[in-house]
T-cell receptor
Framework: ETGVTQSPTHLIKTRGQQVTLRCSSQ?????VSWYQQALGQGPQFIFQ???????GRGNFPPRFSGLQFPNYSSELNVNALELDDSALYLC??????????????FGPGTRLTVT | DQQVKQNSPSLSVQEGRISILNCDYT??????FLWYKKYPAEGPTFLIS?????DKNEDGRFTVFLNKSAKHLSLHIVPSQPGDSAVYFC???????????FGTGTRLTVIP
């Protein structure tokens, strides 16, 4: 059974650019959540995708957007990057929609640095 | 607005002793609480959880205590082992919601 994978591992972008982060969910999981973990902070919920639709969103501006594909993999897109977007971006997958938050399995994250 | 707080950034404990990690929350709507452990270069992994209808949940060496009136929970690890050295995150949620609110984490170091 393959766990949650994320790519790339590290990324450096310039302020104002756009970035796409990718996540492959664990086998059998149809729900993907994205979190932002700034340095010294805990992860903060960005949004969740269930069956290719956004299913809940945290306090993040619209320049943070996402997609989920028929194979349940997901992308996080961030437009007009700001310096404060520098963070570890975590993807978590879970089975069968709202099965319980403890069912969320996290990937290793993508470290984004905005200069 | 940090709804889940872990006021101790770090904790060092001797191997074999008890580790106690603390967490406070402000939102009285939270009814489910979790602890996650995170090693470097890995995502958080679920450790143990507790529902608000309980005040204690045990799983092997790990016990979580919940004090609803104080809006406080704690994770006890007994006995502590060097492999327990990691960052521990407390998280909370509302039943039916799909997101977790995390604390800022406590780095536990177990000294052999």
């Amino acid at each position: 059974e393959t766990g949650v994978t994320q790519s790339p591992t590290h990324l450096i972008k310039t302020r104002g650019q756009q970035v796409t982060l990718r996540c492959s969910s664990q086998s059998g999981h149809n729900t993907v959540s994205w979190y932002q973990q700034a340095l010294g902070q805990g992860p903060q919920f960005i949004f969740q995708y269930y069956r290719e639709e956004e299913n809940g969103r945290g306090n993040f501006p619209p320049r943070f957007s996402g997609l989920q594909f028929p194979n349940y993999s997901s992308e996080l897109n961030v437009n007009a990057l700001e310096l404060d977007d520098s963070a570890l971006y975590l993807c978590a997958s879970s089975p069968m929609g709202l099965a319980g938050v403890e069912e969320q399995y996290f990937g290793p994250g993508t470290r984004l640095t905005v200069t | 607005d940090q709804q889940v707080k872990q006021n101790s950034p770090s904790l060092s404990v001797q191997e074999g002793r008890i580790s106690i990690l603390n967490c406070d929350y402000t939102n009285s709507m939270f009814d489910y609480f979790l602890w996650y452990k995170k090693y470097p270069a890995e995502g958080p992994t679920f450790l143990i959880s507790i529902s608000s209808i309980k005040d204690k949940n045990e799983d092997g060496r790990f016990t979580v205590f919940l004090n609803k009136s104080a809006k406080h929970l704690s994770l006890h690890i007994v006995p502590s082992q060097p492999g327990d050295s990691a960052v521990y995150f407390c998280a909370a949620s509302v039943t039916g919601a799909n997101n977790l609110f995390f604390g800022t984490g406590t780095r536990l170091t177990v000294i052999p």
